[in-house]
């Protein structure tokens, strides 16, 4: 599996200006190349490469190495661009945005991100330098830092390409690492994760982590929003920008802290990690006007990549099961109804009188299907669990 490793670089005054300036030549030289190909219509590798090469290499002072990388970085931007069309995320032909995309070329930002690879970037990894080059020539021995963890996962896997970044004053490199995957055990059993806005998952064990601090976090931003959206003036779009990455660094740090704690807890009981699959939601329900914001500022596909990902590296089985019905289902008789469910927050069966909280309830019938999955797809016998479609609930206890 691929993971990207960020460390933070720790250049001299004179070693940023060189990087800065870097960065800028990059870029400037892609808004060229962007037009190019824009212009002439050729837009792939080979063909935009002969044709710009020479011109980019004399006009913005670039060597062959990064002249190659900033070709290869505008193809990567028409490819994402296409993708995007296709899947409809701008609209339709119709619309401004889907006209403005393909009525103009790419651009980049004078700070955005270059690719550098092996032969204009070499890593020191015990002396914890990087060599680089720059318009102002090769830079070695800029330092960068980072936590143990990826230090050692950069010494040991790093592989590619790694990119060069400026943000908010600091520079960072984001290194590509290579790690196998480990082997998948088989697991005894699965914990079901249901995910909602107002608990932000909670297992089929019973364990709850609730989003109120989160909720409250965020209606706080919201306010703060609001008053510097007042305000209209420069500074203040500067400060909504600055207070927009903050928050979702907030979330994700929270994302992060609730998917190592269950791929943890599933590790040590060797137990696989149920989860709904939630692709295209947002195209199937229908909200509320005072509904929309929350739940599109709601970060459930993070938490569930989180998982993903997380379960892979521990060697943790992982599944998405057929989210349908699971908050109307009862996981003792099977009987299914919007009733079953008078409001949010508690779950109570009309045919058998089982009753709980509704999330619980919903991370149980998770995990009941993840155990039907791992029948029709079994590589061999296991006889530690109880019948599939028994329905009960263990280990927890449910209110009656």
């Known amino acids: 599996m691929k993971l990207v490793v960020q460390v933070k670089l720790l250049p001299s005054p004179e070693q940023a200006a060189a990087l800065e300036a870097t960065l800028r030549a990059c870029n400037r030289a892609a808004d060229h190349v962007s ?15 002969k044709l710009v090469y020479a011109d ?16 290869k970085k505008v193809v990567d931007a028409y490819g994402a661009l296409a993708v995007s069309l296709q899947a409809g995320r701008l609209g339709g032909p119709e619309s401004k945005r889907y006209r403005k995309a393909v009525g103009s070329p790419v651009t980049f930002r004078p700070e955005a991100a270059q690719p550098f690879d092996d032969r204009c970037l070499s890593w020191q990894t015990d002396a914890r330098t990087v060599s ?12 960068y830092t980072g936590s143990p963890d990826q230090l050692k996962t950069l010494a040991e896997y790093r592989k590619g390409e790694s990119d060069l970044v400026q943000r908010g004053g600091k520079w960072f490199l984001i290194a590509t690492c290579d790690i196998s995957d480990p082997d998948v055990y088989e697991p005894a059993d699965w914990i079901g994760v249901d995910r909602g806005i107002v608990n932000l998952a909670t297992t089929s064990d019973g364990t709850n982590y609730q989003g109120r601090r989160l909720n409250r976090y965020r209606r706080w931003q919201a ?49 696989g990690i149920a989860v709904e699959q939630l692709d295209g939601i947002r195209d ?22 989180h998982l993903a990902y997380k379960a892979r590296r521990a060697g943790v089985p992982f599944v998405e099961v057929d989210p349908a019905y699971t908050s109307q289902r009862c996981p003792r008789c099977g009987h299914t109804e919007r ?16 009753a709980g909280p509704a999330d619980h309830v919903a991370g149980v019938n998770v995990r009941n299907r993840a155990l039907g999955v791992g029948v029709r797809h079994r590589t061999r016998p296991r006889t530690s669990l109880n019948r599939p479609d028994c329905g009960e609930m263990r280990p927890v206890t449910v209110l009656s």
């Open 35 to 49: 037009r190019t190909a824009f212009q002439s219509g050729i837009k792939d590798r080979n063909g935009l490469q």
């Open 56 to 71: 980019i290499k004399a006009a913005f002072g670039l060597s062959a190495q990064p002249a190659v990388r900033v070709v």
């Open 132 to 143: 680089i080059w720059t318009v102002d020539g090769r830079m070695r021995g800029i330092r």
């Open 223 to 271: 306010r703060k929003r609001a008053e510097l959206q007042a305000k209209q003036s420069r500074s203040a779009t500067r400060r909504l920008a600055r207070r927009a990455k903050k928050e979702q660094r907030h979330a994700t740090h929270v994302n992060h802290r609730i998917s190592k704690e269950i791929v943890s807890v599933a590790q040590r009981t060797g137990r």
């Open 284 to 305: 199937r329900v229908r909200l509320r006007r005072d509904q929309r914001g929350t739940w599109s500022s709601w970060p459930f596909h993070q938490l569930g990549q």
């Open 339 to 354: 009733a079953n469910r008078p409001d949010r927050d508690r779950f109570s069966c009309r045919r058998c009188g089982l």
